[in-house]
Nanobody, 122 residues
Framework: QAQLVESGGGLVQAGDSLRLSCAAAGRTFSQHAMGWFRQAPGKEREFVAS????????DYSDSVKGRFTISRDNAKNTVFLQMGRLRPEDTAVYYCAARQYGMSRSLNFDYWGQGTQVTVSS
């Protein structure tokens, strides 16, 4: 069973950059697509980005495309979310997730981390 632990969240100002990391336990990391989702207070959890098992394919929500980059290091069982030009509306708890059967924009991922808070001040 995969365990996912996010890190790297914090309080930043609008326009700043931040990199989130998600460390995964288990020996089948490269066989799982990975995703980042976020949930702001009072809102539903939403898709941010995903990456295929070998990192060949990526997908982004329209709201972050061009500002965020998802990547992974399978040798270290880690997936990253590099966030740039942050906006106050990016404030949310960010979750990483693993999915055994390919990338997805929906919440039907198999494993989830506990989340890390990102707060962007104006």
């Amino acid at each position: 069973q995969a365990q996912l632990v996010e890190s790297g969240g914090g309080l930043v100002q609008a326009g700043d950059s931040l990199r989130l990391s998600c460390a995964a336990a288990g020996r089948t990391f490269s066989q799982h697509a990975m995703g980042w989702f976020r949930q702001a207070p009072g809102k539903e959890r939403e898709f941010v980005a995903s990456i295929s098992g070998l990192g060949r394919w990526t997908d982004y929500s329209d709201s972050v495309k061009g500002r965020f980059t998802i990547s992974r290091d399978n040798a270290k069982n880690t997936v990253f979310l590099q966030m740039g030009r942050l906006r106050p509306e990016d404030t949310a708890v960010y979750y990483c997730a693993a999915r055994q059967y390919g990338m997805s924009r929906s919440l039907n991922f198999d494993y989830w981390g506990q989340g890390t808070q990102v707060t962007v001040s104006s």
